[in-house]
């Protein structure tokens, strides 16, 4: 990219010039906070719908309309940060200390907010009780539990086998056995859980894109300060956080082929969720060296297959879980869609036709997953027999992405499983950099809209609260591309030979 968006200034104007930029985002992270009192998910039980400055907000119009503002302004004050956090680094140094500091910071308030974009925290809530009350969490729904409801679980995970490994219910288990029925610390815990998983990625991805000669700070700040990847960690205290920063570190450690401790490593993220499993006979490869022959690489498939799977057996043993993720990990992701997903798209208007014809479509779904999750098998297995060393954490990221790309639900954190390894890899200054911006501001405005808690009795305020949200995001970002210079001339840099983006960088 050119320096036309870096910072030429001295270091003491550049310091104050981040640290302005610093502060911008903890205020972007503020006001998501302070918004999510009005429209995030609380449980039923929470003593906090007693507070009485707090009803207005949640139960009243004027409150409800104003925090969704409140929340979807601020998140897009910490895309404006972000960006503007991204041209002050650049040109892209050494230092990870701005980095730090800034996600650190983005995160605190964050850490306090009431959940939003997901309430699948609550969820870890129950399944915790299940383990800490000596039941199987691969047998038992979290219906089974008494006040599951009032304790904030969706409706959709009261008969739902989940596909989490057996380390996170121990975890879980801890969080419950500390925090009891207090829903609030919980939820605290458990985000302090996830900020471990941030602090391994802020660690590794650095390290693992510095084999790849990218810019570490550069792919850090791609991954780890993204408000996207922060809001979805910290703000909706996803166990996914510490799935990735396992996974990651892994494969920096199989990439230095220190393949005891990568294996070590990826058997605890699975302990996490087993979706990371994929990842072994790319370790094994890895592990096995860049000159390995064939019977050497089958040696090392053998060698890790046998110790992650004598770890999983002892991470079974606690509890008698055993292999119970293994069935609970093959029958997840069916029984609904996502519309974004590729194959959500497919199955949604099969499933239409097929109904428009007065045919039964109880089939597709179940068929369109199955053919999805062969498809991903089928890439794996090529990108495990084809290509270079020198390229195979790229050859395993395609196939990971293929796996989660070929299911009919893609959940949009799903894809900060794949950024870091997109980011240690090396994201080019052209289309795939705009990419990044243009699907982050996608998913941070659709998780205003799209979650946000409203009782029962004022749902039919939603399509207008939704519509609020809406808007705001439009204006803001029409208001960014419209006042920020410098994002048009970034935007007209990353695609140089598009004849708009000459245009757009005239206005």
Same mark, same amino acid.
Not at 31 to 36: I, P, Q, R
């Given at each position: 990219m050119s320096n036309a968006v870096a910072t030429t200034a001295p270091n003491g104007a550049r310091q104050r010039a981040v640290t302005? $930029?610093?502060?911008?985002?903890?205020?972007?992270?503020?006001?998501?906070?302070? %918004?999510?009192?009005?429209?995030?998910?609380?449980?039923?039980?929470?003593?906090? &719908?007693?507070?009485?400055?707090?009803?207005?907000w949640r139960v009243e119009m004027p409150g409800v309309f104003a925090s969704v503002v409140i929340l979807t302004v601020g998140v897009w004050v910490m895309y404006v940060a972000w960006l503007r956090l991204g041209r002050l680094l650049r040109p892209w140094g050494t230092s990870l200390k701005e980095l730090w500091i800034?996600?650190?910071?983005?995160?605190? @308030?964050?850490?306090?907010? $009431? @959940?939003?974009?997901?309430?699948? $925290?609550?969820?870890?809530? %129950?399944?915790?009780?299940i383990v800490l009350g000596g039941g199987d969490p691969y047998l038992e729904s979290i219906s089974s539990v008494p006040n599951w409801l009032q304790l904030g679980a969706d409706v959709n995970w009261a008969e739902s086998q989940t596909a989490y490994g057996p380390l996170f219910y121990w975890l879980a288990a801890g969080v419950v056995s500390v925090t009891g029925l207090a829903v609030e610390p919980a939820i605290l815990l458990f985000r302090i859980l996830a900020w471990g998983g941030i602090a391994l990625t802020l660690v590794y991805v650095p390290k693992l894109a510095a084999l790849h000669q990218v810019n570490g700070v550069k792919a850090t700040w791609?991954? $780890?300060? &993204?408000?996207?990847?922060?809001?979805?960690?910290?703000?909706?205290a996803h166990n996914d956080a510490l799935m990735v920063g396992l996974s990651v570190a892994a494969v920096y450690y199989a990439a230095k082929r220190r393949g005891v401790l990568a294996i070590v490593l990826l058997v605890a993220s699975v302990g996490i969720k087993p979706i990371t499993l994929v990842l072994l006979p790319f370790i094994g490869l890895l592990w096995a060296g860049p000159r390995a022959s064939w019977p050497r690489k089958i040696l090392f498939w053998a060698l890790s297959a046998i110790l992650a799977i004598g770890l999983c057996a002892v991470m079974g043993l606690p509890g008698g879980f055993g292999f119970g993720w293994v069935s609970a990990t093959l029958s997840a992701g069916g029984g609904y869609l996502v519309w974004f997903a590729p194959l959500g798209i497919f199955a949604g208007a099969l499933i239409g036709v097929t109904g428009g014809l007065g045919l039964d479509s109880g089939w597709v779904l179940p068929v369109v997953q199955l053919l999805g999750r062969l498809a991903a098998l089928g890439i794996i297995a090529i990108l495990l027999f084809r290509g270079s060393y020198s390229r195979l954490v790229q050859r395993m990221l395609l196939g990971f992405t293929a796996l989660v790309v070929?299911?009919?639900v893609v959940q949009p954190w799903y894809l900060l499983w794949l950024l870091p390894f997109f980011a240690a890899t090396g994201i080019r200054d052209d289309w795939q950099l705009?990419?990044?911006?243009?699907?982050?501001?996608?998913?941070?405005?659709? %998780? #205003?809209?799209?979650?946000?808690?409203?009782?029962?009795? &004022?749902?039919?305020? +939603? @399509?207008?609260?939704?519509?609020?949200?809406?808007?705001?995001?439009?204006? #803001?970002?029409?208001?960014?591309?419209?006042?920020?210079?410098?994002?048009?001339?970034?935007?007209?840099?990353?695609? @140089?030979?598009?004849?708009?983006?000459?245009?757009?960088? +005239?206005?």
């Open positions: 302005g $930029v610093v502060a911008l985002g903890f205020l972007g992270a503020v006001l998501v906070a302070l %918004g999510s009192l009005g429209v995030g998910w609380l449980a039923v039980g929470s003593p906090l &719908n007693r507070w009485r400055w707090l009803v207005p800034a996600s650190v910071l983005w995160s605190v @308030p964050l850490l306090l907010a $009431v @959940p939003i974009f997901s309430r699948d $925290v609550y969820a870890y809530i %129950g399944q915790g009780r791609i991954t $780890v300060a &993204n408000p996207f990847f922060l809001l979805s960690f910290v703000a909706s070929l299911s009919p705009l990419w990044v911006y243009a699907t982050v501001a996608f998913f941070i405005a659709f %998780g #205003c809209f799209d979650q946000v808690f409203l009782w029962q009795f &004022n749902m039919e305020w +939603k @399509p207008l609260v939704q519509l609020a949200s809406i808007a705001t995001s439009v204006l #803001c970002l029409l208001g960014l591309l419209v006042f920020s210079r410098r994002l048009r001339t970034e935007v007209s840099e990353l695609i @140089p030979r598009a004849r708009w983006a000459r245009w757009w960088s +005239k206005g």
